[in-house]
């Protein structure tokens, strides 16, 4: 089975930095995504591990650690619209890739 | 490009009665997952089309059964409805079975079950 674990919540400050931790359980890993959701809105894809180290993209950078089952996303230089669920998803494989979730972590941004 | 669309939008049912759901992938793609996300929760794997045979199902009862077209869209069917089944159903679309890229995502069918 899969299980992925992650905060429930955060809270950070505008132009700060903030980092969302995410540990996972899988038999079959096949590469670790990061995905946005502002409320009532679909997920978007914002990075993709698969081998170990960071990832940068712009203001977000997203880190691997397979050995350890452990993965992070930062966020630097918050803004007002970071303020969403931030999923940590798992990509499983085992007679076709199957991406697994984990429960999200609501980030709350304050002035 | 057409992005995944999914209909309809919102739905209100009374238990027991049955629900279809319907999504279009992404152009070009041609494998379907559906999830189920319940409120403040992560998206369920529901199961995966492709090729017109479900090839994967994550843990749902056989009420929850679906279909894919030739044309690569998708049905979820819900029978028995149950209050718990309220939720957003996301429909997700990739290429291919062992697919390296992310998953593109509908915007969802919003199921309230009175």
């Known amino acids: 089975g899969q299980n992925i674990d992650q905060p429930t919540e955060m809270t950070a400050t505008e132009g700060a930095i903030v980092q969302i931790n995410c540990t996972y359980q899988?038999?079959?890993?096949?590469?670790l995504f990061w995905y946005q959701q502002h409320a009532g809105e679909a997920p978007t894809f914002l990075s993709y591990?698969?081998?170990?180290g960071l990832e940068e993209k712009g203001r977000f950078s997203s880190f691997l650690s397979r050995s350890k089952g452990y993965s992070y996303l930062l966020l630097k230089e918050l803004q007002m619209k970071d303020s969403a669920s931030y999923l940590c998803?798992?990509?499983?494989?085992?007679?076709?890739?199957?991406?697994?979730f984990g429960a999200g972590t609501r980030l709350f941004v304050k002035a | 490009d057409a992005g995944v669309t999914q209909s309809p939008t919102h739905l209100i049912k009374t238990r027991g009665q049955q629900v279809t759901l319907r999504c279009s992938p992404k152009?070009?793609?041609?494998?379907v997952s559906w999830y189920q996300q319940a409120l403040g929760q992560g998206p369920q794997f529901i199961f995966q089309?492709?090729?017109?045979?479900?090839?994967q199902r994550g843990n749902f009862p056989d009420r929850f059964s679906g279909h894919q077209f030739p044309n690569y869209s998708s049905e979820l069917n819900v029978n028995a409805l149950l209050l718990g089944d309220s939720a957003l159903y996301l429909c997700?679309?990739?290429?291919?079975?062992?697919?390296?890229?992310?998953?593109?995502f509908g915007e969802g069918s919003r199921l309230t079950v009175l």
């Open positions: 998803a798992v990509r499983d494989r085992g007679g076709g890739f199957k991406t697994i």
């Open positions: 591990n698969v081998l170990d």
């Open positions: 089309y492709y090729e017109e045979e479900e090839r």
């Open positions: 899988t038999s079959g890993f096949n590469g």
């Open positions: 152009s070009g793609h041609d494998t």
């Open positions: 997700a679309s990739s290429s291919g079975l062992f697919n390296t890229g992310e998953l593109f």
